[in-house]
């Protein structure tokens, strides 16, 4: 005999003066049949994807792991993973062909497009769809954004950027056609307000604020109200997905205040955000965190810094700026800074990656049911070419991915084969994508090991 019990719906919203705050899957969103049958409820249907853009190459020397199949040794780039090893899979010689003649430009362009850029300086710029807008075109349709995109840089820059091709190829990750890009965001604020409030105008924010201390404060009513309807362990997990939501708003207040104080801000840094290049992008990648915690989207494409970056790192001892150090000419001290460059980004997405393993949802992790390519659209930054590219993927176990492995091909291989592997995960199958050749199926393939 099944036992029926009433569920409240995934798409629960607490709503306040201009606020909708979704909730994290709770046990009272799955009723007693899902064991037996697939509903919308299911969290192994909740599968996210992510993308996130680390710029300019690497020093493929210090990123290759030494062992093949098996991860069991970290490269020195890759250590900071070490905690979250088992779920992550690093493959080696993939390649973007159509990112040649081998520009910056190029390198963001085709990442998560595999396509050729139109050579153009002009507004008649054209590339191709990507593939995190084909995921949010089947998968991001019943969230309430389709797909999320970010940066940590400002995108001001207008016309011709780099050998002839125009601005727009290096500040857009994320396209929804090959003749539209989509904007990333880079300021917490107004990521946050997308998430959680009505948006509108700074104007409108501003004032928005002022109305109140906190978001949460205005949904508190409804928070009781929901509470006594939940068990225990229900009862816990809304506590600690809201305080979650306070400490990331607050960080953000207290970001915004210190900006008066700072006399010198970065130039690609939107006023307002945290001064520290980490601070900020862990404020990021949390807000990354509520966004799928909450379904609020199931795709994020997040971009570390623009292609031509000059910010430097001083925080970790690199005050030289990023793009002249990548143009080496095999300077040893000029390479190890990259490579510590290199190992910082890594670092932050693995306090990202141990986020999700530490956040329960349905039976594993949000980890476990979300999917994230981490990489670069260029190998070695000092030729500008396009092969061996630094590839991480992570997550995935719903999907049966196995972790803790190192994929070696012998002869370069699309990277495009990797994104029609990623959406078939995730729901949505296509015979080819770009320039595929076939799938990565050692992903899936515990056998393979």
Not at 16 to 32: E, F, K, R
Request: proline share 7%; charged share 20%.
């Amino acid at each position: 005999m099944i036992v029926m019990k009433k569920s409240l719906p995934r798409r629960l919203f607490l709503r306040g003066l201009g606020t909708t705050l979704a909730l994290p899957l709770l046990d009272a969103m799955i009723p007693s049949m899902t064991a037996l049958a697939k509903t919308p409820a299911d969290p192994a249907r909740l599968r996210r994807l992510g993308f996130v853009y680390m710029p300019m190459g690497c020093d493929v020397t210090r990123w290759t792991p030494p062992g093949a199949n098996r991860l069991d040794e970290l490269s020195p780039t890759l250590s900071p993973l070490a905690s979250v090893k088992d779920h992550v899979t690093a493959i080696t010689n993939l390649e973007l062909q159509n990112a040649y003649p081998g520009t910056h430009a190029t390198s963001n362009a085709a990442f998560l497009s595999a396509a050729r850029a139109r050579w153009t300086e002009s507004t008649d710029y054209y590339l191709g769809t990507t593939v995190d807008q084909i995921a949010a075109k089947q998968i991001g349709q019943e969230t309430q954004l389709p797909s999320l995109e970010l940066a940590m840089d400002l995108l001001a820059t207008v016309g011709q950027c780099d050998n002839g091709y125009a601005c727009v190829y290096q500040n857009n990750l994320s396209w929804s056609s090959p003749t539209t890009p989509l904007p990333a965001e880079a300021h917490p604020r107004i990521v946050f307000e997308r998430l959680f409030g009505d948006g509108g105008s700074i104007a409108d924010r501003c004032a928005a604020l002022r109305k109140r201390a906190s978001l949460l404060d205005s949904v508190t009513e409804e928070m009781a109200r929901l509470k006594n309807q939940l068990g225990p362990a229900d009862r816990a997990k809304v506590s600690q997905y809201l305080e979650t939501v306070r400490e990331v708003e607050r960080r953000i207040q207290k970001a915004e205040a210190d900006t008066a104080d700072n006399k010198l801000p970065d130039l690609d840094r939107p006023v307002g955000v945290p001064a520290s290049y980490a601070d900020h992008a862990r404020l990021m990648f949390d807000l990354q965190v509520l966004a799928l915690q909450g379904d609020v989207t199931r795709v994020i494409t997040f971009q570390l810094a623009r292609e031509t970056s000059t910010r430097a790192y001083p925080e970790i001892g690199v005050s030289d700026p990023h793009h002249p150090l990548t143009h080496h000419g095999n300077d040893p001290e000029k390479i190890a800074k990259v490579a510590k460059i290199n190992q910082f980004h890594v670092s932050l997405f693995a306090e990202f990656l141990a986020k999700l393993k530490a956040t329960p949802e349905g039976n594993g992790s949000l980890l476990d049911h979300s999917l994230y390519l981490y990489g670069s659209g260029m190998g070695n930054p000092n030729v500008h070419d396009h092969t061996n590219l630094p590839i991480l993927v992570a997550g995935g176990a719903a999907g049966k991915m196995g972790g803790g492995r190192h994929i070696r091909y012998e002869k370069p291989t699309p990277l495009a084969n990797l994104h029609l592997t990623l959406l078939e995960k995730v729901g949505v199958r296509l015979d080819a994508f770009a320039d595929s050749q076939g799938k990565v199926d050692e992903l899936f393939d515990p056998l393979s090991l």
